[in-house]
């Protein structure tokens, strides 16, 4: 069985939050320092950022390798803004869901719930209304096609230490395969997607998050 060690967890947040701040902000003035893209380059994110923001939904079957060397895979959801579900394949019991307004990690074996309002620090490129690579708040810090695959590598533009993460995508057919995130300790956790579904309905239920620690009123009225 896979053991849930606190690097693992830690690495599962990260592969979410994409860019949790884990260290103080840089000194002021200290910015993330920009790719020197050629023009055929900055096309290639243009393309990145008008495909992400076609994908309004998406599921798929994910593989996730943490820097303990564990893995971890299940099912991949996504509708934006600000909705996506990982449901693990037992016996991983955990269990993320971002509601639109919150970030809830439940460990159905444990029955522990913690969650933080999306809002409160960014909830990662995937989720956001509108993506935009080249944005204030993110640089493009590295970009690199080889082997038919296109990486782009982004940080915070005022704080680059909070880590990094690189977006991975096939070329024929154009697809997001992967990403990678590089914590503030230099460690990486990747995400790799498989037997993707993008733009199909989506029943909104799976972002809702039900704690089944809460007692309804009506069960509350009978004690």
Do not use: C
Request: charged share 20%.
């Amino acid at each position: 069985m896979m053991k849930r060690s606190p690097s693992l967890l830690a690495a599962l947040a990260a592969a979410l939050l994409l860019f949790q701040t884990a260290l103080p902000a840089q000194a002021a003035g200290a910015k993330a320092k920009p790719a020197s893209l050629t023009d055929s380059q900055k096309t290639e994110v243009g393309r990145a950022e008008t495909y992400l923001n076609d994908m309004r939904t998406l599921k798929a079957r994910f593989l996730q390798s943490a820097p303990d060397g564990s893995f971890a895979q299940g099912t991949f959801y996504l509708s934006r803004p600000g909705k996506l579900r990982l449901e693990y394949d037992p016996p991983n019991p955990m269990l993320i869901i971002g509601t639109g307004h919150l970030l809830v990690y439940h460990d159905t074996q444990l029955k522990q719930t913690s969650q933080m309002p999306i809002d409160s620090s960014p909830a990662g490129i995937l989720v956001r209304q509108k993506i935009d690579l080249t944005g204030a708040d993110v640089t493009v810090t590295d970009f690199a096609q080889k082997s038919g695959l296109t990486h782009i590598t982004l940080a915070q533009t005022d704080d680059p230490q909070a880590g990094s993460i690189t977006l991975i995508f096939t070329r024929e057919p154009y697809q997001l395969r992967q990403w990678i995130v590089r914590d503030p300790q230099g460690q990486f956790t990747t995400i790799t997607l498989s037997d993707a579904h993008p733009g199909i309905a989506m029943d909104q239920k799976l972002f809702v998050f039900n704690d089944p620690n809460e007692v309804a009123p009506s069960q509350r009225n009978l004690q």
